[in-house]
């Protein structure tokens, strides 16, 4: 059982260059989150997905975009990158309604990403 | 929306010693208070959570303890061991929103 697979681990990015960053999970959750976090900080959550052909944006969405086609899939898009969005990106997943995920949220092992 | 306030942001203490670990937060819809724990290089994992209508729930040496009138709960690590060693992240969930606190990095020193 694999959890939640996020690639690639790392990479390098130049100033206005797009990249996708690929997130999938195994265990049929609903649910699918995209968070950032930085140094000291937490983590601040991108977007999110109730289900597939469903998302939302969440609280720093700027410069990023998601699709979420399949309930296994959920894509993170950043277009044109810059330095701001240096930061190590971690995808999670939850079963749940609105109310309350069941059993929390899992992670996956994050993506470090430098835009220079 | 949320926010969530966590304390201290950096915990040393000696093996076989306890560990608090504290979080407030605003909204006071929120309902689920999850823990995270967050080794180097990996992602947050699930390690204690507690719901809205329960004032304390405990998992062998990790407790956690919920007051919703003054909107604070706590984590509580007893018997603290090295491997224990790691970031604390503690979170509020309200409708389709989790917010997380800024990290606790716990050092146990032998």
């Known amino acids: 059982n694999a959890g939640v697979t996020q690639t690639p681990k790392f990479r390098i990015l130049k100033i206005g260059q797009s990249m996708t960053l690929q997130c999938t999970q195994d265990m049929n959750h609903n649910y699918m989150y995209w968070y950032r976090q930085d140094p000291g900080m937490g983590l601040k959550l991108i977007y999110y997905s109730v289900g597939a052909g469903i998302t939302d944006k969440g609280e720093v969405p700027n410069g990023y975009n998601v699709s979420r086609s399949t309930t296994e899939d959920f894509p993170l898009r950043l277009e044109l990158a810059a330095p701001s969005q240096t930061s190590v990106y971690f995808c999670?997943?939850?079963?749940?309604?609105?109310?309350?995920?069941?059993?929390?949220?899992?992670f996956g092992s994050g993506t470090r990403l430098t835009v220079v | 929306g949320e926010n969530v306030e966590q304390h201290p942001s950096t915990l040393s203490v000696q093996e076989g010693d306890s560990a608090v670990i504290k979080c407030t937060y605003s909204d006071s819809a929120s309902n689920y208070f999850p823990w995270y724990k967050q080794e180097l290089g990996k992602g947050p994992q699930l390690i204690i959570d507690?719901?809205?209508?329960?004032g304390e729930k405990k998992d062998q040496r990790i407790a956690v303890t919920l007051n919703k009138t003054a909107k604070h709960f706590s984590l509580h690590i007893t018997e603290t061991q090295p491997e224990d060693s790691a970031v604390y992240f503690c979170a509020a969930h309200e409708i389709n929103d989790m917010r997380f606190g800024a990290g606790t990095r716990l050092t146990v020193k032998p």
């Open positions: 507690i719901r809205s209508n329960v």
């Open positions: 999670a997943s939850s079963y749940g309604d609105s109310a309350a995920p069941s059993g929390g949220y899992t």
